[in-house]
């Protein structure tokens, strides 16, 4: 069976930090990858997906990045975070095919502070 | 790129009332419509979804219609329950790259 693990589930850092949150799937091959924001009370705002090994798109201009180093792979990273960074991060994953369910992360809670 | 609204953002039912939250998308191209619901601190998961080949599909006290000439579906949730309280999204996504597109939630309280 497939799995999804997000790493850490909670971090706090310091404005003007670097940022690395790390995804990893299990049990599948080529999945598209996603990274979602939640902010406090508010809807699952898409970041960056992927569709290949090195292959990001990115939807929000923002001082965050992603990349795909592996397969089954998606690290979200900040040279330094913002204030307006915190929030709810979720990676996420789905098969490479059309119509398929996603599956998510357990989801990081990042507070700049 | 697709632009998906949803309404209301907040729901207050008495138990054992029916629930319906709204969704309009920009994209006529979007053929595949789920819904998730999350739970305080948790990941999203899916409860149900809706291909445009269909217009309605039903599991259990949960259904969702899709009307795609208005570009709209929606979730209805009947005799609902405390554990039901929980964020709703809706999605819509298209193409072989599922680039899906949330909703903001619909946060949903059900009073017992």
């Known amino acids: 069976s497939q799995t999804i693990h997000q790493w850490p589930a909670t971090l706090v850092q310091p404005v003007g930090s670097p940022l690395s949150l790390e995804c990893t799937v299990e049990g599948t091959s080529n999945p598209n990858l996603y990274w979602y924001r939640q902010a406090a009370g508010r809807g699952l705002q898409l970041l960056f997906y992927s569709v290949g090994i090195g292959q990001i798109s990115s939807e929000v201009p923002q001082n965050l990045s992603a990349s795909r180093p592996q397969d089954r792979q998606f690290i979200l990273s900040s040279k330094k975070l913002l204030l307006s960074d915190s929030g709810f991060y979720l990676c996420?994953?789905?098969?490479?095919?059309?119509?398929?369910?996603?599956?998510f992360g357990q989801g990081t809670r990042l507070t700049v502070v | 790129g697709e632009n998906v609204e949803q309404h209301p953002s907040t729901l207050s039912v008495q138990e054992g009332d029916s629930a319906v939250i709204k969704c309009t998308y920009s994209d006529s191209a979007s053929n595949y419509f789920p819904w998730y619901k999350q739970e305080l601190g948790k990941r999203p998961q899916l409860i149900i979804d809706i291909r445009s080949n269909v217009g309605e599909k039903k599991d259990q006290r949960i259904a969702v219609t899709l009307n795609k000439t208005a570009k709209h579906f929606s979730l209805h949730i009947t005799e609902t329950q405390p554990e039901d309280s929980a964020v709703y999204f809706c999605a819509a996504s298209y193409g072989n790259n599922n680039d899906m597109r949330f909703g903001a939630g619909t946060r949903l309280t059900v009073k017992p």
């Open positions: 996420a994953w789905t098969r490479d095919s059309p119509n398929t369910e996603a599956f």
